[in-house]
């Protein structure tokens, strides 16, 4: 038995040298599990004519990426929004970190760009993927809730009052003051 598993470890590392050759001698990068799972999930991507992906830091690391959501309707339509992702090597047993890049006025969105978005926290499962992720942040700027807000004052005005949230809003998308917060022009 143990004879077998020294050919089979003698097998496996003249397959890796082989490899190294056919590379040029660089030694190749074994890919996590996570690094597999996203690869698949970026093949598979059907994003909304309104999304874009980028990768800022080259192709070569998958992990960390950018989306840019252009809503088509709703309050927020015209403007441009950035979010920046960051999966763990442990993806998908993990949500990626997801932060908006863009301030915007939003009840599901603090200034800091966390995001209030059920399937990045406590519904996180591993069957749901990235493209899953996009369009439930595509769905916060065409349905913001404000029932589960992180920004607590663009919430109530959002239930109490919706022409002024429309108001509001547009001021920061256009670059402007809500409240005593500035806010640069998205759109």
């Not at 950035?82 to 047993?93: A, M, W």
């Not at 004052?153 to 002024?164: E, G, I, S, T």
């Amino acid at each position: 038995m143990i004879g077998a598993m020294i050919r089979l470890f003698k097998v496996k590392e003249k397959q890796r040298e082989l490899a190294e050759n056919a590379n040029g001698g660089v030694p190749i990068k074994k890919q996590t599990a996570g690094e597999l799972r996203l690869h698949k999930d970026i093949s598979e991507l059907n994003l909304p004519s309104s999304c874009t992906m980028t990768f800022p830091n080259g192709k070569d690391n998958l992990m960390n990426f950018e989306v840019s959501i252009r809503p088509d309707e709703g309050y927020y339509l015209g403007g441009t929004f950035l979010f920046s992702f960051q999966v763990s090597p442990i993806y998908p047993h993990e949500a990626p970190k997801v932060k908006c890049k863009t301030k915007v006025y939003h009840p599901n969105i603090d200034l800091e760009g966390n995001v209030c978005l059920n399937i990045l926290r406590e519904d996180w499962k591993p069957v749901l993927s990235i493209n899953t992720i996009i369009y439930g942040l595509y769905h916060l700027f065409t349905e913001p809730n404000w029932e589960d807000p992180l920004n607590h004052d663009a919430a109530a005005v959002l239930r109490d009052n919706p022409k002024m949230f429309e108001s509001n809003v547009r001021r920061a998308l256009s670059g402007g003051y809500v409240g005593q917060t500035f806010f640069q022009r998205c759109i």
